[in-house]
């Protein structure tokens, strides 16, 4: 992932910030071609609708997650499965969430419970359910880039709104290959390259982050100790 971004589900993110950059640089060329296209839809699909429902709701604590919209993905896109009642929304987000130059973008077996507070479903969420239709549409990854650039520019997606952020707190969570549940983490979403203003990715700070151009965002990641079952994740995981 040599353009160091983000996507919705972050997978890219989570490994380019527990690798040194010479590191990573060699496990992608090394891993690149593993999923060259994409697989055929049946893949990507879970076998039924409730399965897909209880892991969108593992993302967050069930004090969230039980009140949250549930969406599934479909052969025609997302969905609402449940209605919510707390303005958060819960999804089980595929692998085409990474970045499109990343390993696993078509891993058929990414399935990454994510849960939107309001300002994120709002504003942040749009942008990948975009993406999916576009994907299920056949675009290939320069089209999916440029509709979602062309989207942004002329307002057509809404602009990010302030308090965006999401909970990725699954023991359920499959985000690519080699961090498979990886650990349990929030994701907070801010405009444009804001990296050092929060003091990321510095020696000792607990906070991670990247710079986002495809979609004009800097993602912050900071973990936290429990899943959203309240288990307490292990410690020093990569």
Known sequence: ??????????????LQVVLPGGSWQAVAQSEKAAYPVMAPLNQYLMPDENSEIALARSAAP?????????MV?????????????NGF????ERAWGA???????????VRSPICFNPPAARTYLPIFLMKTKL???????????QAIASALHNRELPAL???????MMSKQQYLCDRD???????MFFVPGNVVKNWGANLSGSPVMAADDPEEGVTIFLVWVDNWSDATPAPQGMH
Not at 99 to 109: E, G, H, I, S, V
């Open 99 to 109: 970045a499109t130059d990343d390993r696993d973008c078509w891993n058929p077996k």
């Open 73 to 85: 993905l479909g052969r025609q896109g997302y969905t609402t499965a449940v209605k919510g009642t």
């Open 135 to 145: 994907v299920l549409a056949g675009k290939s990854k320069t089209e999916i880039v």
């Open 62 to 70: 069930a004090s969230i997650s039980d009140g949250a919209e549930v």
């Open 161 to 167: 709104e302030p308090g965006a952020v999401c909970y």
């Open 180 to 186: 498979m549940s990886w650990h349990p983490h929030l």
């Open 1 to 14: 992932m040599q353009k160091k971004t983000i996507s919705l589900l972050a997978l890219a993110f989570l």
């Open 89 to 92: 929304v819960c999804i089980v």
